[in-house]
């Protein structure tokens, strides 16, 4: 299994930054890839972006495409969320989820589903 724990979260004014982390670990040499997720209060849990643990390749929610960027560092089996331009509709509960052995199809449409593995979360809060 792996285990994952996110931190970075806090409460920011509108356009400003923050940038989360996820940090993995156990049997990391299984991750395909890592994924944000967020969850705002009365909402469903959503994608917000996704990094292949092998490739790097990146995928972006449109809400959110031009503002975040996703980056990863092997080395130190952790990935990042960069969050830019922030707004008040971001503010959320951050999730990050790894997803293990093979793809799927959930997975490419980034439906939660598609994942196996949770960290706990991070309150980001945007103020007005």
């Known amino acids: 299994q792996v285990q994952l724990v996110e931190s970075g979260g806090g409460l920011v004014q509108a356009g400003g930054s923050l940038r989360l982390s996820c940090a993995a670990s156990?049997?990391?040499?299984?991750?395909?890839?890592i994924g944000w997720f967020r969850q705002g209060p009365g909402k469903e849990r959503e994608f917000v972006a996704r990094i292949s643990w092998t490739t790097g390749t990146t995928y972006y929610a449109d809400s959110v495409k031009g503002r975040f960027t996703i980056s990863r560092d092997n080395a130190r089996n952790t990935v990042y969320l960069q969050m830019n331009s922030l707004k008040p509709e971001d503010t959320a509960l951050y999730y990050c989820?790894?997803?293990?052995?093979?793809?799927?199809?959930?997975?490419?449409?980034?439906?939660?589903?598609?994942?196996?593995?949770w960290g706990q979360g991070t309150q980001v809060t945007v103020s007005s």
């Open positions: 156990g049997r990391t040499y299984n991750i395909n890839g």
């Open positions: 989820a790894a997803r293990l052995g093979g793809s799927s199809y959930a997975y490419t449409l980034g439906l939660p589903g598609g994942y196996d593995s």
